[in-house]
């Protein structure tokens, strides 16, 4: 196996490894679909740490994308591209953990001994966490850091069918909160920029509202570097493919 390392200069990055990324994400295995996806990875990749060397390997359905970092004491780190929140497992597809076992033993030889690995969005009991366990258990100590609760709403059938599937309390404040916002001359606006332009004015519109809000107060929301970056970038990729939604 030779590995293949990609850099920043390669940007937009290769169509085949992100078509084949795109389509190993398992929306029914992943707590966060989203952000395994390049749009989320690279992006953050980009904004918070752009100098680091990417590892990334393929086969017809299957991905491994790994940052090189170095911890303080030399030893080398592989890590996921957003390394921040950790939401998106960078391990996708059936042959993942293959892959990760290939390119460790060719790693070990090359660095002289194995790489750290930080690893997101890794279920634990999960099928995935036990290929890992499979895999890397005889090589690693394998620390799991505490779960955190993540949930979603589904949005099928639209607001009204949302509704209905929530309790009379919530609904009876969401018409009351609504009824509240109207008075106050609030509206709300959907956007769907499709090119880099029209993403650049709605995020600019972004920027406004989050500046006179308590994390633009606070100076700790998207209006801050690196945050500010990451985010601007995330808008552009997804106007690029057609899915950008901003409300």
Not at 15 to 31: F, M, T
Not at 106 to 129: E, K, T
Not at 162 to 173: G, H, I
Request: proline share 5%; hydrophobic share 40%.
């Amino acid at each position: 196996m030779e590995l293949e390392y990609i850099t920043e200069e390669e940007s937009p990055w290769r169509p085949e490894l992100c078509r084949i990324w795109e389509q190993s994400v398992d929306l029914a295995a992943q707590p966060d679909p989203f952000c395994c996806a390049p749009v989320w990875q690279l992006s953050a990749h980009r904004a918070f740490a752009p100098g680091r060397r990417v590892l990334a390997q393929h086969t017809e359905d299957s991905v491994l994308v790994l940052a090189e970092a170095f911890l303080s004491s030399g030893q080398p780190l592989l890590t996921s591209l957003e390394a921040h929140w950790l939401f998106g497992c960078p391990l996708l597809g059936p042959d993942a953990i293959g892959l990760l076992a290939e390119a460790l033993a060719v790693m070990s030889h090359g660095y002289g001994h194995l790489p750290a690995l930080l690893l997101g969005g890794i279920v634990p009991g999960s099928r995935r966490a036990r290929e890992l366990y499979a895999c890397c258990e005889s090589l690693f100590t394998i620390y799991l850091a505490g779960e955190c609760i993540q949930a979603g709403a589904s949005l099928e059938g639209g607001l009204d069918s949302f509704l209905s599937r929530r309790s009379a309390n919530l609904r009876s404040k969401w018409r009351k909160s609504f009824r509240r916002a109207a008075d106050r001359g609030v509206t709300f606006e959907r956007s769907c920029p499709t090119d880099t332009a029209g993403a650049d004015a709605v995020y600019a519109r972004m920027l406004a509202v989050e500046q006179r809000s308590w994390k633009g107060v606070g100076h700790c929301g998207m209006t801050e570097s690196p945050a500010r970056e990451f985010y601007a970038d995330m808008i552009r990729r997804l106007a690029a493919q057609g899915t950008a939604r901003v409300m």
